[in-house]
């Protein structure tokens, strides 16, 4: 893994995806920019082998029909995004799945590893965004990014290491992985 | 010198571990799955949700008789009491009763439930109810777990720089001094992000009541009503477990100066309209 021996900062990716000039500008005829913050944990080989350890799984080209789409949709009660699944498989029977969750400010691509009899063996979250608003509205918050070009507002936003705050839900994982098992369920066992 | 980060969803939110040591990496990811197994071995204690943890045994059994309950469970009790004790029961964890309503929590018994702390008869190791309560650890065991993680981390042959383990923004960390933190907020649908503050303690923890994650409440134990909250709290404390807890009683309004100092901690409050003011109460 070539981020192994980097430290934390560079390590974690955080990207202003608008420059705060840009973002000043918008916000005062009145359109409100989305700013993305974003953090990554851990790459694919590192999550496969903290949830499988060393071992070969191969990828295992899945496509659900409209008809599976709409069953996974009605026992899991969670809306099926994609017809694809990134879904990898190793001799044991064993499931590797790269799958994303959409919530309504987050977006996070998660790894979970299903066992040969449908138990969720292990989650990881690989990266989590998160998207901002209203807080370029305020004035004092755009001052921060005037005259500063977009490498140092990359600078101030790697400061901001560690977020506290209201609890945030993990409610769209849970649903994410019943979505899963449930797909494990209808589909991924029998290929 | 290496560094890990791993998130994952435990707790109702997301939990998130950085380490940073002068070790291999496999080492660090080793330390990191350690604490996310004892983290999962506190929720499989304390969930309210989960019908087989020992939290749901002791709500279902402990009006009937004694309750065996493990290390663990005792002493979030009887911080929880003790709290409780210091707050004239402003703190209760017994609040379940009044929040049972299937949104914030489930429902199992289709019963009505006292609120009363005092009716918690907690043992060397089992604990009683007195009346028919339901407790609920929603706001003690993630600071809980987050110290529990520091306990194991500090027992092993590791050199740590820095540890950092974030429970959905109850946070500690090992190297503080100096460190700044981001205070998420939500404001209508957005969220939004306030310039950083700086740690004054090792633990910090944030509340804002009726926002968030639906089960992130604060209930005024005498009318039982759940008490929404215009400001985002913090407490600087140096448990994660105190800090978690303070903000329910901050968030109330009911914390004195004299509770907020035997804890060595600082409140912080953070307005959600206008422009944002720390104040170190």
Redesign the interface.
């Known amino acids: 893994?070539n981020s192994?021996?980097?430290?934390?900062q560079a390590?974690?990716s955080r990207r202003l995806l608008l420059k705060g000039g840009v973002a000043g500008l918008l916000a005062t005829i009145g359109i409100?920019p989305?700013i993305v913050?974003s953090?990554?944990?851990?790459d694919v080989d590192?999550a496969r082998n903290?949830i499988w350890g060393e071992g070969d799984f191969s990828p295992v080209p899945v496509e659900l029909s409209k008809e599976q789409m709409k069953s996974i949709r009605k026992t899991s009660k969670t809306r099926v995004r994609s017809k694809k699944i990134n879904a990898f498989r190793n001799e044991n029977g064993d499931w590797f799945i790269l799958d994303q969750v959409i919530g309504?400010?987050e977006n996070i691509d998660i790894a979970v590893g299903i066992d040969v009899a449908g138990k969720v063996r292990g989650?990881?979250?690989l990266e989590?965004r998160?998207?901002?608003?209203?807080?370029i509205m305020?004035p004092?918050?755009r001052a921060?990014f005037h005259g500063r070009d977009a490498s140092e507002v990359l600078k101030l936003d790697k400061?901001?290491?560690?977020?506290?705050?209201?609890?945030?839900?993990?409610?769209h994982?849970?649903d994410g992985?019943n979505r899963l098992t449930v797909t494990w369920e209808q589909v991924l066992q029998y290929i | 010198m290496a560094s890990c980060s791993r998130s994952k969803p435990l707790l109702g939110t997301f939990v998130e571990v950085d380490l940073v040591a002068d070790v291999d990496q496999p080492t660090l990811l080793e330390a990191s799955t350690r604490v996310f197994d004892r983290i999962t071995e506190i929720q499989g204690l304390m969930s309210f949700h989960d019908p087989d943890s020992e939290l749901s045994r002791v709500n279902r059994d402990a009006f009937k008789m004694d309750v065996p309950v493990s290390k663990d469970m005792r002493r979030v009790i009887a911080s929880a009491l003790e709290l409780s004790l210091r707050t004239n029961g402003h703190y209760d964890i017994s609040v379940a009763g009044a929040i049972t309503d299937g949104k914030v929590l489930p429902n199992r018994t289709q019963r009505h439930h006292p609120i009363d702390w005092q009716a918690i008869r907690l043992g060397e190791d089992f604990v009683r109810f007195e009346r028919d309560l339901q407790i609920d650890l929603g706001g003690i065991a993630k600071g809980f777990a987050v110290d529990c993680a520091f306990d194991l981390l500090a027992e092993l042959p590791i050199n740590f720089e820095q540890i950092v383990v974030n429970a959905g923004g109850d946070l500690r960390m090992f190297d503080w001094q100096d460190q700044e933190v981001t205070i998420r907020r939500r404001r209508r649908t957005v969220f939004v992000r306030q310039p950083m503050i700086t740690m004054r303690n090792r633990a910090l923890a944030c509340s804002r009541s009726g926002y968030g994650s639906p089960s992130s409440v604060a209930v005024d134990v005498s009318s039982g009503k759940i008490r929404r909250s215009s400001r985002t709290w913090g407490v600087f404390a140096p448990s994660c477990m105190m800090a978690d807890a303070l903000t329910k009683v901050v968030g109330l309004r009911v914390a004195s100066q004299h509770l907020i100092r035997h804890y060595n901690a600082q409140t912080i409050s953070i307005p959600n309209t206008g422009q944002a003011e720390l104040s170190i109460v």
């Open positions: 893994m192994r021996s980097k430290p934390t390590k974690q409100v989305r913050w953090k990554h944990y851990l590192e903290l309504k400010h989650i990881e979250v989590y998160e998207s901002y608003g209203y807080e305020n004092k918050w921060q400061q901001i290491r560690n977020i506290s705050g209201a609890t945030l839900s993990c409610r994982i849970t992985i």
